[in-house]
């Protein structure tokens, strides 16, 4: 129990386009979702805490404007990263709280995104 | 403000070796304390949560210890194998209302080799 998916695992786009990445979790509804990006050999930032029918909650540093998040569902997260730049070629990943087991986060595996 | 280190950054052990790693936080003030693995290029699998109130979990050949008021967790693996090659994280939560916000370790690298 508890999984948590994205789609897509991966991809690539052009500088300038928008990129939207979903996050679900398959067998347990999630009032709370995390955003999390991670640059190569480094740990995980959290960039956002993502609330069903409520909007995103987002850490300092972390446009709002570029990174929007809708959280529509009990089960789906979206995060979509507009007008790309190198510079947000990262690995995102999202995770999710089942709400019997408040305290613990089950992690989707994690999205790729390399702009070009 | 919440800062995670985990030591050391990077381990090589022959297969059957008993090892420790080591992470530790600035800010005892936590909720729980979680290890993650995480293989290249892939999402994260919790291994053990520990609760505040908690001194240890243990799961198979995996036990690890808080020490909330000194800011230390250890996680112990016990004759270690190829498989366990992997990167492993350490994190804490802080609450907040209804949800838990995960600060990361800096993560140790571990390779096992035959």
């Known amino acids: 129990g508890a999984v948590v998916s994205q789609h897509p695992s991966w991809v690539i786009c052009k500088s300038g386009t928008s990129v939207k990445i979903e996050c679900r979790s398959l067998?347990?509804?999630?009032?709370?979702m995390f955003w999390y990006r991670q640059f190569p050999k480094q740990s995980l930032m959290l960039m956002a805490t993502s609330n069903e029918g409520s909007k995103a909650t987002y850490e300092q540093g972390v446009e709002k404007d570029k990174f929007l998040i809708n959280h529509a569902s009990l089960t789906l997260s979206t995060l979509t990263v507009t007008s790309a730049h190198p510079e947000d070629s990262s690995f995102y990943i999202c995770?999710?709280?089942?709400?019997?087991?408040?305290?613990?986060?089950?992690f989707g595996p994690g999205t790729r995104l390399t702009v070009l | 403000k919440q800062e995670v280190t985990q030591i050391p950054a990077a381990l090589s052990v022959p297969e059957g070796e008993n090892l420790v790693l080591n992470c530790s936080f600035t800010d005892s003030a936590i909720y729980n304390l979680q290890w993650f693995r995480q293989d290249p290029g892939k999402g994260l699998t919790s291994l053990l949560l520990?609760?505040?109130?908690?001194r240890e979990q243990t799961s198979g050949r995996l036990n690890a210890s808080l020490d909330k008021s000194s800011g230390r967790s250890t996680l112990y693996i016990a004759a270690s194998q190829p498989g366990d090659s992997a990167t492993y994280l350490c994190a804490v939560s802080r609450h907040t209302g209804t949800a838990s916000k995960l600060t990361f370790g800096t993560g140790t690298r571990l390779q096992v080799t035959l």
């Open positions: 520990i609760q505040s109130s908690q």
């Open positions: 067998d347990f509804q999630a009032t709370t």
């Open positions: 995770s999710a709280i089942e709400k019997r087991r408040y305290n613990e986060q089950f």
